[in-house]
Each structure stands twice: as C-alpha cells, then as structure tokens.
C-alpha cells in the first residue's frame, strides 16, 4: 500500500512538472548529470534523480529495492509526459508560463529563507526546561479527554433540539432524539489532551466535565460533545525534550524569518496599486511564504478550534 501510494504521488506530481517547470526543454540539448538509469528519446533517467526521488518519498530501508523500480517507472512515465506537453506546446500558454513563473519564485525563497534559518541556533537545554515548567498543562500536569462526538448539520439545530442538549444527562438521550425525528449524524470517539487542544477548549471541557453534552456550531456542521472520561495524562521532561526542541526552534525560525521580510520591507519601495485591499492581504501573504516552517502549533481539531468562540 505504501509503495502504491507513492506510485500514486510521483504520477500525480508529473502535471506540477509539466506546469512548473518544464526543464526538460534545456535539458534535451545536455546530458544530465550522473549516473544515467534509462534513456528515453535521448533523454536520461539518472541515479542522482532516482535517488532524489527516493529521499523525497521518505521509502523505508527495506523498501528500498521495491520502490526504486516503482519510481524508475514512474520517472519514465512523467519524462515521456513532459515530452508530450513540450511537443503540442503547453509549455508556452499564458497559464502555463505563469504557473512556471510562480513556482521558480516559490523555489528561490524557500531557499533563501532555509539560508536564513540554517544560522539560528538550536534551542539550549534551560531554554527547553524552562518551557517545561512554564507549561505544566502541557506535560506534567497534562490531562486527557475521552469524547463522544456526533456531527449534525448545523440546518437540523433546532430550538427543540437545543432544549434536548441542555436537558440531557448523556449524549445517547440526544442521539435516541436524533434517531426518533429523522436526523441524519456521524458519531465517533475522540482522544485529545491539553496539549492537543485550544487553551480555551480545555478550559471549557474541564468546566462541563463528565455526562455533559453542549454544542460546537460551525458554518455547515456541528459538533455535539460528551466527556466520557478526564484522565492524567503526564509527561515527564525528558520524553518532552525532542517535542519542545522542535516548538522552540520552528518559533525561532518563524522570528528569524518575519524578521528578514520586515528588513527587506523597509529597504524597498512598495506602492500598493489599483487595489484597496492588497494591503490587507500582504500579512496573509508573508504567511504563506512563511508557513512551511511554522510547525510549533500543536494538532488540534480544526472543528473544535474554528467552533470555540460559539461555545454554548
């Protein structure tokens, strides 16, 4: 299934290729560098891409063997596919060029900013214990909440509904409602600790405790939640070490990075044109340079965390 999946990725990847950058056009009049694997019009596979390809899959040791003949396949088939877009010139349309244009951009500051990040420093060993004991709720003091979650389409929270869910002493009083009056929902079991979850949300789980249902509203759906259970859950310092480096020095990257572009910023001449709100955007922008790197942010329910403001 993994080496499928990879197949899968590699072939889904040829379109990018294709779109982005078309280098097999300059490539045709050179050998590329390497150990050459396959020739195709001309055109050599060699083991450096093989073995870029490979890296980038993240193949286990003992697939290796198996998953180079996948991908050696795949390289084959995403050459003889760039070589037909090249032909009937779907490398020269507008969109084409534009994508090609937005990618090569994408590359050069991706690369300049792991030139900025590769000079931060790693987080030292008081930097990492003094988080530790700034944030018990994460580790030492950390609990864990055993949830029942059913989904709803927001249009079926009624007002009936809702004196349902105030008045219910277990969330299978609710779903016997749901079922009596037709009400289509998903129910499944949840496992998230404080360290997974908005501050907010563990503040709200804690309050409601066990046997309590409420309600998480969203745009098109809704949560209706029951704690089963609150238990400890604690992490000592040492198995938080590696978790804590990896926030430390993602947020360290993040600073190092907002940095540079505030620099850069001020050093150039940017006039916002024929658009009132291209301003607002340019922090949303930076964002998405930038966001690659943010990996500090914990998983989190996205339906829980875009829902906590409506918390009834």
Known sequence: MALTFVRVALLGAVLISVLGFSACNSESKEKRSGQALVSISGKEVTVLQLNDELRRSGVRADQYEAASKQLLESLIARQLIVDEALRIKLDRTPDVMQARER????????AYL???????????KSEIDEYFQQHPEYFSQRKQFDMTVV?????DISDELKVIVDAAKSIDEV????D?????????LVSRSTADLPS??????REKGKNRVFII??????LLISVNAIKDSPVSATTAAGQIEKYLINQKYKQATDAEIARLRSLAKIEYL??????????QSTADITKNWNLAEPPTERTIERGIMELR
């Open 200 to 205: 907010e949300m563990a503040a709200v789980l």
């Open 274 to 283: 024929n658009s009132r709100d291209l301003e607002e955007t340019t922090s």
């Open 175 to 178: 779903t016997i409602w749901l």
């Open 217 to 222: 509203n969203e745009k098109e759906n809704s």
């Open 151 to 155: 989904r709803v389409a927001t249009k």
């Open 180 to 188: 009596k009056h037709g009400v289509q929902y998903f129910r499944n």
């Open 114 to 124: 792991q030139s900025i990040t590769s000079k931060v420093a790693k987080p030292t």
């Open 103 to 110: 990618a090569n951009a994408q590359v050069i500051a991706q």
